[in-house]
């Protein structure tokens, strides 16, 4: 285990945030596996399940989270997808806590060495939010190791709504208290939708303790059209960060080779786990097409 002190205010934030960790692990209704991979940036954990033989998918998280928020998915798609899902180094999993530059192609190389770890030659790739801006990173630098690119309420096309940071900065995200992860959550997630709790108790003590990694920049159109793999974007129609026509229609005009598009209803920033039915369906058909 590395040492993860670093990342966190306090050391007692760091064993509650793995404490979380171990609890959210029971979420997994499937069999997997918990693998540990070197790259240059030093080692990566990834869940990893499903057949062996099946499609392989590799899942980024989203930002200062980890890859145990993608337990909607990983409960129905491993009956028919081989799934990695990797904690992004030096945010709230169990990987490296290198934070290395966001601009550049750091976080690109970062994915390139996973890929080669897990001996994939080739991959789709499903993220959300901070996690669709890595395969975009991803994109840049190796843009043949993508078989098809899932987005989901990505980040890199616009940047984030302004009155979203400052809501957010009001309520005392750069100083939490243990108030903090229900109200995020429900600006996050707004009116008419339904917060879950308990995925909100998961992730507090990341939200509380972890020394917060900036947001992923906006890139560049140059940067956007790296991205040549068939594409898949869907955006909650309550998106609350991200503007989701605007993120509908930057995509439409930078993407190659972008397949599908679309708004997702009754759904936030976090739709894979508040429209996990739709979201899944989408992914899988996408993903085997």
Known sequence: MHDLRPLYRTPEGLASAMAAYEAALTRLRVPFEALTVPTRFGETHVLTAGPREAPAVVMPHGWNGNATGWWPQINTLAASLRLYAPDTIGQAGRSAPAR????????????????????????????????AWLILKLAEVAPDRIERAVLLSPAGFVPPRLGFLLRAAWMGMLRPDDTTPLRYARLASPPPLRVDEAEVRLGAPALLHLKPQLSPPTLSDRALRCLRAPTMVLVGEHEAIFPPQAVLGRARRTLTNLVHAEIIPMAGHNLSYEQPAIVNQRILGFVLA
């Open 100 to 131: 290395p530059p966001r601009r550049g192609p750091a976080y690109g190389q970062w994915l390139i060495d996973v890929l080669d770890a897990l001996r994939l030659e080739k991959a789709s790739l499903v993220g959300g939010s901070g996690g």
